[in-house]
């Protein structure tokens, strides 16, 4: 668990100063690998996401799959005009069907960091770019007793 946090807090340390983060710059087509942590078990993970849209707003479809399982997952993400950005889970299939529904945050250099929270539930996300084509991205959800932590890094294809 300790070890999952500390890839938590390193990967949301900012990156190399490619540009300030842009909605815009992950639509493409990304695979990657990663590890994550489901309670007391965790393992590798390989994943494929397509992203389209917008500055203002992109669609991220991703499939991951581990030996124990494979899950999908549609996100929306869209930025106001304060600059704040806001995440909507449209689909999630395989992975916790948590009830955090929307996470918030605001684009700091390379990253952007998304949290949200119930009485019982909290969740984060961390995209980051390390290049061009590099995106590193982190995710952690807790309700009660129950962890899940995931860091994959994706390359642009």
Do not use: N
Not at 43 to 48: A, H, K
């Amino acid at each position: 668990m300790r070890r999952a946090l500390s890839l938590m807090l390193l990967i949301s340390l900012p990156g190399a100063a490619w540009a300030e983060f842009d909605l815009a710059r992950l639509v493409g087509d990304w695979t990657g690998t990663g590890r994550y942590v489901d309670g007391a078990s965790g393992g590798r993970l390989r994943c494929e996401m397509a992203v389209a849209g917008h500055a203002a707003e992109v669609v991220m479809s991703s499939r991951c799959a581990s030996v124990a399982g494979a899950g999908r997952s549609v996100l929306r993400l869209r930025k106001s005009e304060d600059g704040t950005v806001a995440v909507t889970v449209e689909e999630a299939r395989g992975f916790s069907e948590g009830t955090v529904g929307a996470l918030e945050g605001r684009p700091e250099e390379t990253r952007l960091v998304l949290r949200g929270e119930t009485e019982e539930e909290s969740a984060v996300m961390v995209l980051r770019f390390d290049g061009p084509d590099l995106l590193h991205m982190a995710g952690e959800y807790i309700a009660g007793e129950d962890r899940q932590a995931s860091v994959v890094d994706f390359r642009r294809e």
